[in-house]
């Protein structure tokens, strides 16, 4: 094996919770390093997903449950911790087939006496999750009901191949990342990168491709930073990180022979100084005229091999759900919904994001976005002007397709005469109704439906695989922040109807007082008054409260 040396390279690490690890590392293999926090953990807004989980497990609607780290497991227990008893979870969890994504959670499930049924290989990535699940349960996932507790950020890629394999999954997040509070740090990396003070990046992490290029998108340099990237050496810790940084249009060096920290760094002090020569060597201007998909998809040749090294070539670009190729809207937009999930934006504002996301990633002439008002699907967003109907068009459930796909939980993919089908309702205020084709999903949250997305083609249309797959899969990722932002929406009118009632009241009681009537009295003429000028009662009762504080006002001595 050659001697590990970075021969004084400037290295940088996005690393956050073990920078200083890395750090020490670096200089170890004579780096001189530049460590950047790139992301911070941070808790959910609201656990309301979590404790649902857990009235759920104690109901015993889970056959199945897939774990990804350590630190979700022990998060995840202490949520749960603050609603149950401690022991009843981890009886319930114990009686559950359990998935586990690598070594890393199990230690804490041993702790917990939970028995892992399968554990993926490395390097752990969501397909080995999936060859694990296979290989150790079959075609029984079709009867299993599946809870996913997730690791910061949700996988499409992953969600979209477990709906198709369970009879229902429900996602159990307890916390995610977030960008560090001071950017300025991350602002200079990317700065020192493009002005070629940096010599080799280490990602050890999607996320960190992802805030990277964020940072950069937001202060206008991330094409640079691109370019930047074909004279730096930049090496992925594996797989789902490379797929990352491909979708950036930035192609890995190498990755380590195995996804570890150690043998990252020193795998990439062994060959990091030959690889940036090669890198920054002028090419002839022939090969500088090359095809750029050519080199991109091309395998880096002066890489070492797993056959004489142990370290990895990255493989070629493959067309894979990462990133919604093949047409489709880029990976940002779905990160730009779950980045938000702990927002606290209004109901309507989250149905108008969802649905000129779907709009975007899937061409159609009409997206409608139901939420479930009790036994009524209410339409609640439009792509196309339907003012007279938003907010007051009723679905039932069961009634026609929208009103199916909230009954049975299933998604209906119709590629031509949309109206001929049996369970087709026409709706005359809804044009659209006449429309060829069209894709319908549920929204689900807590393994519960609380919605309903649609799209329609005014011509015949076969959705691909690809679509049927991305809505579903939207169908489950937004649903926790339609049923957070409904909630909040909910708690504000009733907290306004709360106030008006105390505003009212206290305007009826002056009225008592100043004109000797009853309260009933006092209620009529605060109500004639409204319906004559067209005002609230509220307008109303705030007038009379403001005109009793500027009489009592005119009365009271002067200071």
């Known amino acids: 094996m050659p001697h590990a040396s970075f021969d004084g390279l400037r290295v940088l690490s996005l690393e956050s919770r073990r920078a200083r690890e890395v750090e020490k590392l670096i200089r170890t293999y004579n780096g001189d390093p530049l460590v950047v926090p790139s992301m911070r953990e941070i808790p959910l807004a609201s656990n309301t997903e979590c404790i649902e989980f857990g009235r759920a497990l104690l109901n015993d609607q889970f056959d199945a449950m897939i774990f990804f780290t350590g630190v979700g497991v022990r998060a995840m227990m202490a949520i749960l911790d603050t609603a149950f008893e401690r022991d ?3 009886s319930k969890l114990r009686g559950l087939t359990v998935i586990s994504r690598g070594v890393k ?17 490395e390097p752990a990535t969501w397909r080995e999750v999936l060859e694990a699940i296979d290989t ?4 029984r996932t079709q009867s299993m009901r599946l809870a996913v507790q997730e690791y910061g950020a949700s996988n499409p890629e992953l969600l979209a191949e477990l709906v198709n394999r369970f009879a229902s999954v429900t996602k159990v997040p307890v916390y995610q990342w977030a960008l560090p509070e001071d950017l300025q740090p991350l602002q200079h990396a990317v700065s020192s990168t493009i002005a070629g003070s940096i010599d080799v990046v280490l990602f050890m992490t999607a996320v960190q491709v992802l805030h990277l290029f964020q940072v950069a998108d ?16 930049v090496i992925s810790v594996g797989p789902t990180t490379t797929e990352e940084l491909q979708q950036h249009g930035v192609q890995p060096d190498f990755e380590p022979s195995r996804p570890k920290m150690g043998f990252m760094i020193n795998e990439a002090a062994q060959y990091s100084s030959k690889t940036l020569a090669r890198k920054r060597t002028p090419r002839p201007p022939a090969e500088l005229s090359a095809p750029v998909e050519k080199e991109v998809a091309a395998p880096a040749r ?22 919604f190729k093949d047409g489709l809207a880029p990976l940002d937009i779905l990160h730009e919904i779950g980045s938000r999930i702990a927002l606290a934006d209004p109901l309507h504002l989250v149905l108008e994001r969802i649905m000129k996301f779907v709009s975007a990633v899937i061409p159609c002439d009409s997206c409608f976005v139901y939420t479930l008002e009790q036994d009524h699907l209410v339409l609640r967003a439009s792509k196309n002007p339907h003012s007279n109907e938003v907010d007051k068009l009723n679905v039932a459930v069961g009634q026609g397709i929208t009103g199916w796909v909230a009954q049975h939980r299933e998604s209906v993919a119709i590629s031509e005469r949309a109206s001929e089908d049996p369970r087709f309702s026409f709706f005359a205020a809804l044009p659209e109704d006449r429309f060829e084709a069209m894709l319908c999903t549920p929204i689900v949250c807590a393994n519960r439906v609380i919605g309903v997305i649609t799209v329609q083609h005014r011509e015949p249309y076969q959705h691909t695989d690809l679509q049927r797959r991305l809505l579903a899969t ?7 922040e339609i049923e ?20 009212v009241d206290r305007a009826k009681g002056i009225l008592q007082r100043d004109l000797g009537i009853s309260e009933a009295e006092a209620y009529k003429r605060l109500q004639a008054e409204s319906r004559h000028r067209r005002r609230s009662m509220r307008d109303i009762a705030e007038a009379v409260l403001l005109s009793a504080d500027l009489h009592s006002t ?5 200071s």
């Not at 340099?221 to 691109?226: G, M, S």
């Not at 004489?308 to 990462?322: E, I, N, P, Y």
């Not at 939207?474 to 926790?480: K, P, Q, R």
């Not at 005119?554 to 002067?558: F, T, V």
Request: glycine fraction near 8%; charged fraction near 20%.
């Open 88 to 90: 009843a979870i981890v």
């Open 105 to 121: 959670p199990q230690a804490p499930l041993t702790e917990l006496g939970v028995p892992i049924a399968a554990q993926a290989t």
């Open 136 to 139: 150790a349960l079959g075609e």
């Open 218 to 233: 937001e202060i206008g340099v991330a094409a640079d930073l691109r370019r930047a990237f074909e004279t730096t050496v």
């Open 302 to 323: 002066a890489v070492p091999t797993a056959k004489d090294s142990g370290v990895q070539q990255v493989s070629s670009m493959t067309s894979t759900m990462a990133g």
């Open 474 to 480: 939207l169908g489950i990722l937004v649903g926790a």
């Open 484 to 503: 957070r932002a409904r909630l909040e929406t909910e708690n504000y009118e009733l907290s306004n109807r709360l106030e008006s009632r105390k505003v």
């Open 554 to 558: 005119r009365e009271s001595p002067s």
